[in-house]
């Protein structure tokens, strides 16, 4: 199983979520697609797939996990792979932009 690290900009995003109390349902959906990340990054719920107008610090591919779906606003999961072997880094933690 991969191990989640986070980056700065992506702890706030989740802490952010976490004290407002207008998004319980969000954090629900993020929490969610977390664990199914942790679990099963080929998971249908995820609709992962690559980001292409994104790179990660050193050129890797950066890739979107859908932690809603037909919402206005939904909320994404941006990633990649690394630094290190069984890792993925959480960029953000943002509506759709």
């Keep these: 199983m991969p191990k989640l690290l986070f980056t ?8 952010a979520l976490q ?4 998004k319980k349902k969000v954090l629900k959906a ?5 664990a199914f990340m942790e679990t ?4 249908p ?3 992962a797939h690559e ?5 990660g610090p050193s050129g890797e591919k950066v890739f979107e996990a ?3 779906q037909k919402t206005s606003g939904a909320y994404r999961i941006f990633w990649y792979y690394g630094p290190e072997k069984n890792t993925i880094s959480i960029i953000a933690i943002i509506p759709h932009p």
């Design 8 to 15: 700065k900009t992506a702890h706030q995003n989740l802490e």
């Design 30 to 34: 993020v929490l969610k697609t977390l």
């Design 45 to 47: 719920s995820l609709n």
């Design 51 to 55: 980001f292409k107008s994104l790179k």
């Design 66 to 68: 859908y932690a809603q």
């Design 40 to 43: 099963n990054l080929r998971h």
């Design 19 to 22: 004290k407002d109390s207008g």
